[in-house]
């Protein structure tokens, strides 16, 4: 791994770098490559570098048309946590939650990670009912969870609205001490460098045009940058997963939505942990004191990542709702990620009818959080041709026998769409 010293970092202070040494490089794509694979947020640069750690295959190339941190990996609320409902999706993301814990040092790059716990709240008589059946859940599977009362929630979050007179009275809630945050795209750059350094090519500004299918098996990509030969191509271009699949004739089911995020000027330290709240809003502090609000995909389909008033609206009405000492707050900024959401809620990651060409998409609003463990799963399929024991329940054959994975409870964020 590269190393900056001190000096290095006083010799360019009054520079623009010039001589700055780039973290990893930018190559020219080579004529051909093992596996290629479409797309450069968290997942397809985590695979790549699980490719080459856990399996010996660095003749592999990541392919991004934009820049590295421009898409899905830095455009969301960086909230990890692993309380989902079935088990399958229990154990993938528990998965990943193990890996985010020890991800700075394996990287030897901050990610950031702060396991400062979760708090889901629960605001009527059914999400009571609800919070209890997936804490049972959880813990029968192995994941640790429990239900809190109003008065611990009001002293882990002393500026929530817990009185009974609140426009949403909270009755009580779950507590998963293991969640937290992480720093969105340093997690990029970490296995972005790692990767590189471990052989891996990563090649920027190179949009994906076609995908090249011979004698029934994929043979390969064709890009801006001319054609690129591989014996397996993995798909992992999050909101974009649908139009990169149709280059191959697979029609996915899958649906594209925005989802915004909004940043507030920084404070002194308010926030201990993070809070979310079904079909309302979410809320967590930065690093850099900033308050982190986000909640709720726009209802339309859409590839923009600018979003609609009306969310800024809704979103922060609420969040004033909830904490009400925020309405004397400034937004300094928002951004808008495109997720893409499946027929289930959950992910697809598996084979295709096109030998050799694999699919890692559909996360909707859980794909940040399970950057780690989806790049491990997939760099699994990818390497030995067969799913990962903790993928193989997400293929995309699950909706043709009809055994689907039902998420949109795990996300106040989907439940619109139920």
Known sequence: MRRYSIFALARNARTHHEGWVEAWRSPAPKPAYDIVIIGGGGHGLATAY???????????????????????????????RSNYLHDDSAFLYDKALGLWDGLSAELNFNAMFSPRGLINLAHDGHGMVELRRRVAALNLNGVAARMITTAEIKRRMPILDCSPTAANPVLGGSWQAGAGI???DAVAWGYARAADARGVDIIQNCEVMGIRREGGRVAGVETVKGFIAA?????????????????????????????????????????WTVVMSPALVSLSQSDKGELVFGMGTEEYNSFSQRGSLTHIEYVTQKAVELYPCVSRLKMLRKWGGIVDVSADASAIIGKTPVDGLYLNVGWGTGGFKATPGSGHVFAHLLATGEPHPLAAPFGLERFHSGRVIGEYGASGSLQRYK
């Open 50 to 80: 699980y490719l080459a750690k856990e399996h010996g295959l660095a003749n592999v190339a990541v392919v991004e048309r934009g820049w590295l941190g421009g898409g899905n990996v830095a455009r969301n609320t960086t909230i990890i």
């Open 182 to 184: 992480a720093r969105h």
């Open 231 to 271: 014996k397996r191509v993995g798909i992992v271009a999050a909101g974009h997963s649908g139009p990169v699949a149709a280059m191959a004739g697979l029609r996915l089911p899958i649906e594209a939505h925005t989802m915004q995020a909004y940043v507030s000027e920084p404070l002194k330290p308010l926030v």
